[in-house]
């Protein structure tokens, strides 16, 4: 494992890099993408974004077993707007890195997320989350297998100073193992009650009028979700990612922030993944708690397996996805019958299923396809979200939608954004929903979102964030 170079290494290395970049801005009269990449000694991600995050500066935070990141500072925002989104971001990020300077094994890359629905409701505290906004940050740090390195991004201007630049961010690196911030932890709140029996009521008589709308032949399934907003202490974001990395081992976990708002989460669900012309997705959808015990935890799951009504939801999400996926497709893997994912509280139904990609597209192409998968939406896929704009009553801004990153050599990961709560000044706002299909009950469906607000709700609650009386706000 070779170590990060001495800083005069580091520096000189960098103002090279940076100069080239400039000097082709100013032959090309245009900014320039410039990226250099430098092996490190092992480090944590996590407590890089512990060290660092200022409430303010822009940032993501991402993990999964083969991959974990912080991304830092924005030198440039790829934003979109309205149902072109991803389209407009795909063509400026190709224009980009035509002519990017590249140094290092690191391709140049960006991070961020999309807003569930650019036609849906908006609400204040989501004001910050642009409909599209990917960034390219100005220093990532990574954990990619047993590889560690930092990614140092920038786009260079004609007339810049090539040796402030390197200055600039040769002083950041000097900052990598900074201890993180460590807020001492309140009073725990203890198990958090959950809606009013009034909310409870409200919710369940819309899950029932959308069960009705099912019959009545206007779609075939509809995912509605609602939202709590609790009282909120002053916590570290990344103590929550801490807390959750722990309890939900198994999960892909995730912190974005976008001014004073952080939006978190351990979420179950990759969307899609791109790596050497191959993607990666998958089905999820029907959902039954967890056992007690092994004896309990197999016939829930079988129970789960056999039953009738989450198998046709499930298989509506499973016929999605083979629909956008052939248009890319040289060649389709999809397995007959579902298995199980099991979570530290629920398991799922979960079909696994792999596309080799006729071309080198991009990944966005992809999301546009995919989102919103019935196991979020419904189907079809337009009159589920009209139904939803119409009837759910809330904001869902970047809940259940696509969060991840993309590179410049065409590979990329996005999962959906569920198990998640968005953390503002004194108020958090969890997450969750349940999809709904002709035979779907109403207190089932509403004792499953109970299951997956459980999961954030306690991470809040163990690290003091929470207070035990929630706000005063309907749940939608």
């Known amino acids: ?135 390219l940050a100005g220093i990532t740090v990574l954990r990619e297998g047993e590889r560690y390195r930092v990614l140092c991004q920038h786009l260079a201007k004609p007339g810049e100073d090539a040796l402030a630049l390197a200055a600039y961010h040769c002083s950041a690196l000097l900052r990598l193992r900074q201890p993180a911030r460590r807020r001492p932890s309140g009073p725990t709140a203890g198990a958090q009650g959950d809606a009013s029996a009034q909310e409870r009521r409200q919710w369940e008589a819309k899950v029932s009028d959308a069960v009705s709308s099912v019959r009545q032949g206007r ?57 050497a012309g191959e993607a990666l997705t998958h089905a999820l959808a029907g959902t039954i708690a967890r056992g007690g015990d092994a004896q309990e935890d ?90 939803i704009r119409q009837h759910e009553g809330m904001d869902r801004g970047w809940y259940a939608a696509p969060l991840g990153w993309l590179d410049g050599e065409g590979n990329g990961d996005f999962l959906v954004a569920l198990r998640s709560a968005l953390l503002t000044p004194g108020r958090g706002y969890l997450f969750a929903g349940c999809g709904l299909v002709g035979d779907s009950e109403p207190a089932h469906e509403y004792r499953e979102t109970c299951l997956k607000l459980s999961a954030m709700r306690d991470a809040l609650s163990a690290i003091g964030g929470l207070d035990e009386v929630p706000l005063q706000r309907g749940v939608a």
């Not at 409430?55 to 912080?70: D, G, I, K, S, V």
């Not at 959750?244 to 708002?261: E, I, T």
């Not at 419904?378 to 139904?387: C, I, Q």
Request: proline fraction near 7%.
């Open 219 to 275: 779609f075939g399934k509809v995912v509605l979700a609602r939202t709590q907003a609790r009282p909120l202490g002053d916590i570290e974001p990344w103590q929550v990612i801490e807390h959750l990395r722990l309890q939900h081992a198994d999960a892909q976990l995730f912190a974005c922030r976008r001014g004073n708002a952080c939006f978190l989460g351990a979420s179950p669900e990759r969307l899609v993944r791109i790596r």
């Open 1 to 135: 494992m070779s170590r990060l170079a001495p800083l005069s290494q580091c520096l000189h290395a960098l103002r090279g890099t940076f100069e080239r970049a400039i000097g082709q801005a100013q032959a090309l009269d245009r900014p320039v993408l410039v990226a250099a990449s430098f092996e490190i000694d092992p480090l944590d991600p996590l407590q890089v974004f512990g060290a660092w995050d200022d409430r303010q500066t822009p940032c993501l935070y991402w993990e999964q077993p083969e991959l974990a990141f912080f991304a830092w500072g924005c030198a440039l925002e790829l934003q979109g707007h309205g149902e072109q989104r991803f389209a407009r971001i795909e063509e400026n990020w190709q224009l980009l890195c035509a002519d990017a300077v590249v140094e290092g094994p690191l391709a140049p890359r960006l991070c961020g997320g999309f807003r569930f629905d650019p036609r849906g409701p908006r609400e204040e505290h989501w004001q910050a989350f642009a409909d599209a906004s990917l960034m």
């Open 298 to 387: 197999a016939r829930l799951g079988q129970a789960l397996l056999d039953s009738a009504k989450d198998r046709h939801e499930h298989q509506l999400v499973v016929e999605a996805i083979r629909t956008a996926l052939e248009p890319f497709s040289e060649a389709l893997e999809i397995p007959d019958a579902p298995g199980l994912k099991r979570l530290a509280r629920v398991q799922h139904l979960n079909t696994p299923i792999r596309a080799r990609l006729a071309d080198a597209g991009g990944i966005l192409r992809l999301l546009q396809a995919l989102h919103p998968t019935p196991a979020v939406g419904g189907y079809p896929r337009s009159a589920a979200l009209d139904y």
